[in-house]
């Protein structure tokens, strides 16, 4: 099971705008820990760069982003989101975590009530179920030739040796590959990126430039971006095109680049049901 949770959030009083991803990240595993503590040791350690879950800041709206930071204002909603492409863990989230969330959350200076949790994508665009499976037969019933992804959080690459702060499709798809066949029951071929890297092509974007503080003292600002960026399957491979649509739908479940466990990467389709 592939997993999307937005957890909707009230704030109980005024507090800094503060970046909470690592305070998210750090109260997910602590939950986690209570209920299965092997598992959350696993979830810590990963594999190597490789999480099988992500976690968002606390968010206001859930398509852009502010570089000024959020402030918390009391009596408003704000929201936070967990997914995991980890069948063991999407049980325990189903099964206990979700139906057991505790009535407050405390995160960096923040108190929330916890006022409701959704995993369904009629409910909200950044939430949803689904398989592997069902990605591929989705992807097989579109005839879409084009597709627009937003990031809805800081992201960026890291290739030979550099951070790049551009959503080429190599980089965004290196990773969904990589954690593809690290969870998939089957996986893709390995030589598939370099085919895939050269069917795809940027057809327009609306992306805006900031940093990220990757270090733990939140002083030394990385390049990033956000915003959306759509894609042209030039590829008259229908199997091809039938691949870019799964994966950009797994995107919604694995996150995108870097520190998708810290809030970053945040990252969805949106596809037409038409070529065009």
Request: proline share 7%; net charge positive; glycine share 8%.
């Amino acid at each position: 099971m592939l997993l999307s949770v937005v957890i909707h959030l009230q704030a109980e009083r005024d507090a800094a705008p503060l970046p909470r991803g690592r305070a998210v990240h750090a109260w997910f595993l602590q939950q986690v820990a209570q209920r299965d503590p092997a598992l959350a040791s696993f979830l810590h350690e990963g594999d190597g760069n490789v999480r099988p879950f992500t976690v968002s800041d606390v968010r206001w709206q859930w398509d852009t982003f502010s570089s000024k930071g959020l402030p918390i204002l009391a009596g408003k909603r704000y929201g936070i989101r967990i997914t995991s492409i980890m069948p063991e863990l999407s049980h325990l989230l189903i099964q206990d975590l979700m139906p057991h969330l505790p009535p407050r959350l405390d995160l960096a200076g923040a108190s929330f009530r916890v006022v409701e949790a959704i995993d369904r994508g009629e409910k909200h665009p950044w939430a949803g179920r689904a398989t592997f499976q069902s990605l591929w037969r989705q992807a097989a019933s579109s005839a879409a030739t084009h597709f627009e992804l937003v990031f809805g959080s800081p992201t960026t690459f890291r290739s030979q040796g550099v951070f790049v702060p551009v959503p080429w499709p190599r980089l965004v798809f290196h990773g969904l590959i990589k954690k593809w066949n690290l969870f998939a029951e089957m996986p893709l071929p390995q030589d598939v990126l370099d085919v895939l890297a050269s069917s795809l092509a940027i057809r327009g974007y609306a992306l805006q430039a900031t940093g990220i503080p990757l270090d733990r003292h939140g002083q030394v600002k990385t390049p990033a971006f956000w915003g959306r960026c759509s894609y042209a399957v030039v590829s008259k491979d229908r199997p091809m095109q039938r691949l870019a649509r799964a994966l950009a739908a797994f995107a919604l479940f694995a996150g995108v680049g870097r520190e998708t466990s810290r809030g970053f990467g945040q990252c969805r389709m949106e596809m037409s049901d038409s070529k065009q």
